[in-house]
């Protein structure tokens, strides 16, 4: 596939036969209907997609979706359709936002060098790193060519080593930038241990936020997330990829608490940055992510 040239134009020319329409549910095949036509987040262009909704599970996308082999190539490039040119500064994690994610993902009782570690998507790294300094073996999953900056990195689930197994599986801020949700945690599952925990946490479309802003949600941002996520589409997403829930809660984009969302707020550097811009609006309405933790279902 040749590299995508990004140069000053109205409309890109995708290649047509990397998108795949989508006139049912991705997730429980239902009818859909139309929400709204939205911009890529290349804002130089002006290509516009579907945004869907099922009548069933409730559950939106962007269609036509892109192919996961697409996707990849978009991001092994950098590629401004799938991301933002902030990303760099909305993806870096502070110490103690690592420390709160580590209560969450092991007990009191538990011992982190006595487990395997797999995080699917690892971004900035910050909480890769973390967790491989601390687990017996860690392997993350990123086709971006930022993940070549830290150690056991692959491109694709499929090139983990054969046999090894994971007990702790993270997948942050992920499942939204797939074509298929469901086949990507039927993979994951396949590289689990039996006494798996998994936690996931994806754009929640049940939100306020969601219900109001609809189409101008700030989450709605393709081609970089393609899935936003109903209660209902997660029961179905997680029953057919053979997981099952055991929490799943409306949290804040970073998991931030509202202590935490305060505390960011009155430094001069949030205030000065312009990245709070309504604070009562942010603290009342601003959970407009899931975080579920999940185990594995038990294989007849």
């Given at each position: ?92 994690v502070r110490g103690k936002d690592l420390n709160k994610l580590y209560k969450k993902i092991f007990s009191n009782k538990e011992t982190p060098s006595d487990y395997n570690y797999l995080e699917i998507g690892i971004g900035s790294g910050d909480v890769f790193d973390y967790f491989q300094s601390i687990t017996n073996i860690s392997y993350g999953v990123e086709p971006g060519p ?155």
């Open positions: 596939m040749s590299k995508i040239q990004e140069s000053d134009a109205n409309i890109f020319n995708f290649p047509s036969d990397q998108f795949q329409r989508n006139f049912f549910c991705p997730i429980c095949n239902s009818k859909s209907v139309s929400i709204d036509e939205v911009q890529t987040i290349n804002s130089s262009y002006g290509n516009k997609f579907q945004l869907k909704e099922c009548s069933f599970c409730h559950h939106w996308w962007i269609d036509p979706i892109p192919t996961q082999s697409y996707l990849s190539y978009l991001y092994s490039i950098s590629s401004k359709f799938v991301i933002s040119h902030d990303y760099s500064n909305n993806c870096k930022w993940g070549s900056k830290h150690h056991n990195i692959v491109n694709d689930i499929k090139e983990l080593p054969l046999n090894l197994k994971f007990n702790r599986i993270v997948i942050f801020d992920v499942l939204e930038h797939v074509q298929n949700p469901i086949l990507m945690l039927k993979q994951v599952k396949m590289v689990a241990h039996s006494d798996v925990k998994l936690f996931c946490t994806f754009p929640n479309k049940d939100s306020v936020l969601a219900k109001c802003y609809k189409s101008k949600w700030r989450m709605i941002r393709p081609l970089g997330h393609l899935h936003f996520f109903s209660k209902e589409s997660i029961k179905i997403t997680l029953k057919k990829s053979g997981w099952y829930s055991t929490k799943i809660e409306s949290s804040r984009p970073n998991g931030k608490s509202n202590f935490d969302f305060i505390l960011d707020f009155f430094e001069i550097k949030s205030i000065t940055s312009g990245k709070i811009i309504n604070f009562p609006q942010e603290f009342l309405l601003g959970r407009d992510q899931w975080y579920i933790e999940c185990n594995a279902i038990k294989n007849d």
